[in-house]
Nanobody, 115 residues
Framework: QVQLVEFGGGLVQAGGSLRLSCAASGIIFSIYDMYWYRQTPGKERELVAG???????NYADSVKGRFTISRDNARNTVYLQMNSLKPEDTAVYYC?????????WGQGTQVTVSS
C-alpha cells in the first residue's frame, strides 16, 4: 500500500519559516519525481515545487528564492523549506509522487501565515 504522509505544517507569522516533510512508503522512492502542491478554498491546486529523480528542481515563480525543495532517497522523504513566508502562502500543502501513469498524493498539511 502506497502512503505519502506530510508533517510540519502549522501557524507562523509573516517572515517566518517552516519545513515540511513528506515520508513515502510502498514505492521505489528514488525513481519517482516528487512535488509539493498547495490549495486554498475555491481555487485549483497549484504546483509549488518539484524535484525529479535526477535531482533537478523547479519552482513556481511565486516561491522562487524563498522555498527550497530537497529529497533524501535513503529516508524516502521529500522536504520543502519555506522561508520569508507571506500571508498569501497560506494553504493546504500536498505532497505528490509521479512516475509514468502512477500518481500518489498525501493527505495534506495546513500552513497558515499570519500578518
Amino acid at each position: 500500500q502506497v502512503q505519502l504522509v506530510e508533517f510540519g505544517g502549522g501557524l507562523v507569522q509573516a517572515g517566518g519559516s517552516l519545513r515540511l516533510s513528506c515520508a513515502a512508503s510502498g514505492i521505489i522512492f528514488s525513481i519517482y519525481d516528487m512535488y509539493w502542491y498547495r490549495q486554498t478554498p475555491g481555487k485549483e491546486r497549484e504546483l509549488v515545487a518539484g524535484i525529479f529523480n535526477s535531482g533537478n528542481t523547479n519552482y513556481a515563480d511565486s516561491v522562487k528564492g524563498r522555498f527550497t525543495i530537497s529529497r533524501d532517497n535513503a529516508r524516502n522523504t521529500v522536504y520543502l523549506q519555506m522561508n520569508s513566508l507571506k500571508p498569501e502562502d497560506t494553504a493546504v500543502y500536498y505532497c505528490a509522487g509521479f512516475r509514468a501513469s502512477s500518481k500518489y498524493w498525501g493527505q495534506g498539511t495546513q500552513v497558515t501565515v499570519s500578518s
